[in-house]
C-alpha cells in the first residue's frame, strides 16, 4: 500500500485515461442555463495503483490548468461555477471526484481497515498521476476543506507540481509531534464533535442512513454556526425535521449530490477523517517543514474552521505566514459560512482567476 502511494508521489506510476465525453445528465440540468455555453466534459482516469478518478473538465486544451479539489461532503460539481468562470477567462479546469467519492474508485470499500487507503499519500498520489496522466508538469490549484488539506499535503510533498494555490477554508497548520490530531480534537470538544464521532467505522454511517441521504446533506450545506460541529451519539435530530437550503443551493443541487452519494454511501468520505492518526504517523519526517508554493487563502468570517480555537492568532498574527512564506494575502469574507465556494461564486472565481493571472 505504502509503496503504491509512494510511487505516485515520486511520479513513477503509468495513467491511463479514456477520451473526454460530454456529459448531458442530472449535473447539467442542475448546473443552470450556463451549462449551454461552456461543455463540462468527463472521463475517467487510471491512476495510483490502479485506482479509477472520474473527472470533470471544462476550457481549452493546452491553457494553463487549474486542478480543482472538493472536500466533503461534496463532489466535482462544487466547483460547476468556477468551472464556467476559468473555461471563460481562457483557463482549462479540471475537477476529479476524489478517491472513495462519486464516480470514482473508492478503495477498500466499506471493510473494516479501509480507511488505510485514505492518508494524505494515498490521496497525492492520485493527484500526481492524475497530473502525468494529463500531460501536465506543474498547475494552479484550488481547493476547498479537504480539499485543501489535501492540497496543503500536495505543496508539501511536490511542490515541483505546483504553480500557485488558493486554499480556501481550511488553513495549513504545521503537524505537531506532540499528539495525534483526533486524541488532540477529543480533548479539546469532547466525544460527540463531529470528527471524533466520524471515527468509528460504521456508527456515523448507521445515523445518516437513519436520517436519509438529502437530510444528511442538507444538515452539512446549511450550517451556518461560527463553532464547532457536534453529531450527538443520541441522534443528529430526524429524518422529519424542516431544515431550510440557503439560497445557494438549489432542490435540483441536492438532488444531483444525493444521486450520487446514495450509490456510494458515505465511508469513502469519512475514510479520510478515519486515516488522520495514520497521515500524521506517516508525515513525521515533514515537522516543522514549510509550504514554498505562492498561496491565496479565503475564508468566510463565519466559518466553523475559522472559529477553532487559536486560528485567527495563527492566520492574522505571524504563524501562518512563517510556515507559508509565500502566503501572498488572506482574504476573509463577510457574513459567509463553509462551502464558501457555492455561496460566493462569483467572488470566489474572481479572486482565484486575479490571483493565477500573476504568474501567467
Known amino acids: 500500500m505504502v509503496v503504491a502511494c509512494l510511487r505516485g508521489l515520486c511520479g513513477c506510476l503509468p495513467a491511463f485515461s479514456d477520451e473526454p465525453k460530454p456529459e448531458k445528465d442530472m449535473a447539467a440540468d442542475a448546473a443552470g442555463d450556463d451549462q449551454t455555453t461552456t461543455t463540462i466534459t468527463h472521463r475517467t482516469v487510471e491512476v495510483n495503483g490502479g485506482v479509477r478518478l472520474h473527472v470533470a473538465e471544462a476550457g481549452p486544451a493546452g491553457a494553463p490548468t487549474v486542478l480543482l479539489l472538493h472536500g466533503f461532503p461534496e463532489l466535482w460539481y462544487t466547483w460547476r461555477h468556477q468551472m464556467r468562470a476559468l473555461a471563460a477567462a481562457g483557463y482549462r479546469a479540471v475537477a476529479p471526484d476524489m478517491r472513495g467519492y462519486g464516480d470514482s474508485d473508492a478503495p477498500g470499500g466499506g471493510a473494516a481497515g479501509s480507511e488505510q487507503e485514505y492518508t494524505a499519500l494515498h490521496v497525492v498520489g492520485d493527484l500526481v498521476a492524475l497530473l502525468d496522466a ?31 494555490l488558493v486554499a480556501l477554508s481550511v488553513a495549513y497548520t504545521p503537524r505537531s509531534a506532540a ?28 445515523e445518516f442512513a437513519r436520517l436519509g441521504t438529502e437530510q444528511v446533506l442538507r444538515k452539512f450545506l446549511s450550517y451556518r454556526t461560527p463553532g464547532p460541529l457536534f453529531i450527538p451519539k443520541t441522534g443528529w435530530g430526524s429524518q422529519d425535521d424542516e431544515v431550510p437550503l440557503p439560497s445557494w443551493v438549489t432542490e435540483e443541487d441536492i438532488k444531483y449530490y444525493a444521486s450520487k452519494f446514495d450509490k456510494t454511501g458515505f465511508t469513502g468520505g469519512l475514510n479520510y477523517y478515519r486515516a488522520l492518526n495514520k497521515t500524521w504517523e506517516l508525515t513525521s519526517p515533514w515537522t516543522g517543514a514549510e509550504i514554498k508554493v505562492p498561496v491565496k487563502f479565503i475564508i468566510g468570517d463565519l466559518d466553523l474552521t475559522y472559529h477553532t480555537p487559536g486560528i485567527q492568532d495563527f492566520i492574522h498574527k505571524g504563524g501562518f505566514k512563517k510556515f507559508v512564506p509565500l502566503l501572498d494575502d488572506v482574504v476573509v469574507m463577510k457574513d459567509v459560512g463553509h462551502f464558501i465556494n457555492e455561496e460566493k461564486p462569483n467572488e470566489v472565481s474572481d479572486h482565484i482567476i486575479s490571483f493565477i493571472k500573476k504568474f501567467n
Do not use: M, N
Open 179 to 206: 499528539r495525534k490530531p483526533v486524541e488532540g480534537l477529543r480533548a479539546l470538544y469532547g466525544d460527540d464533535y463531529y470528527i471524533c464521532r466520524i471515527q468509528e467505522p460504521g456508527a456515523i454511517e448507521a
Open 134 to 164: 494529463l500531460g501536465e508538469k506543474r498547475v494552479f490549484v484550488a481547493a476547498h476543506d479537504w480539499g485543501a488539506l489535501t492540497a496543503w499535503s500536495l505543496c508539501l510533498f511536490r511542490p515541483d507540481r505546483v504553480r500557485a
